[in-house]
């Protein structure tokens, strides 16, 4: 079975503050996905990374898949209120469905 | 096409009670899934559609919890005899059929069974 774990679970940090989150498995994926969701909304993708060592950046988000294409991490530079969300990986493995972690809850302190 | 469409966006019933959810994907996308996402945690796998195809379902999906896709387009959820345990918010997200995943979600129905 897949399992994508992600630490820490919960964040609380000042704004201007750089965070890490990291998203770990022992599996083997495709691909991994990175997500924002809001309170009572869907997640939202915010990227792909497909190829071992890939590093992807959306603006103050940086993000990186590991060599092995068994894990990954997402870096914010300079945070804000407005990245307050979870964040969630996902992993497209050999089968067809996607897997999800159980998420990093982020609070952005004004 | 604006994106994946869920409703209702609130549901509320009584236990026991039957209750259907409805999904419209991204037109183009020809893979559809269905998710449960309890409090404090990541969406769980229940079933995915390939066209009008289901061609997976987790164990999570007892009998009384049924979907299908007629047509290949919209799909609908639907649960039987409701039980507290079913309340969740229910996402549904589509992809295209490929060598990798980008699965775009709703919004999601938030069930709440009293």
């Known amino acids: 079975t897949q399992l994508l774990e992600q630490s820490p679970q919960f964040l609380s940090i000042q704004e201007g503050e750089n965070l890490t989150v990291y998203c770990n498995s022992s599996?083997?994926?495709?691909?991994l996905q990175w997500y924002r969701q809001e309170p009572g909304e869907g997640p939202v993708l915010l990227v792909t990374?497909?190829?071992?060592?890939e590093v992807k950046k959306l603006k103050r988000l940086t993000f990186q898949f590991g060599d092995a294409r068994k894990d990954s991490s997402l870096h914010i530079t300079a945070a804000q209120p407005g990245d307050t969300g979870l964040y969630l990986c996902?992993?497209?493995?050999?089968?067809?469905?996607?897997?999800f972690g159980a998420g990093t809850r982020l609070f952005v302190k004004a | 096409d604006t994106g994946v469409s869920q409703n209702p966006r609130h549901k509320i019933t009584k236990r026991g009670q039957n209750v259907t959810f409805r999904c419209d994907p991204i037109?183009?996308?020809?893979?559809l899934y269905w998710y449960r996402q309890t409090l404090g945690q990541g969406p769980e796998f229940l079933t995915y559609?390939?066209?009008?195809?289901?061609?997976?379902k987790s164990r999570l999906l007892s009998d009384r919890f049924s979907a299908e896709r007629p047509k290949g387009s919209f799909s609908t959820l639907e649960i039987q005899r409701t039980e507290q345990g079913d309340s969740a918010m229910y996402l549904c997200?589509?992809?295209?059929?490929?060598?990798?995943?980008?699965?775009?979600f709703g919004q999601g129905t938030r069930l709440t069974v009293v």
């Open positions: 599996s083997v994926f495709s691909s």
């Open positions: 037109s183009e996308h020809n893979r």
């Open positions: 996902a992993g497209a493995g050999g089968g067809f469905k996607t897997i």
């Open positions: 997200a589509s992809s295209f059929a490929g060598g990798f995943t980008e699965a775009f």
């Open positions: 990374v497909v190829t071992g060592g």
């Open positions: 559609f390939q066209n009008e195809a289901q061609l997976e």
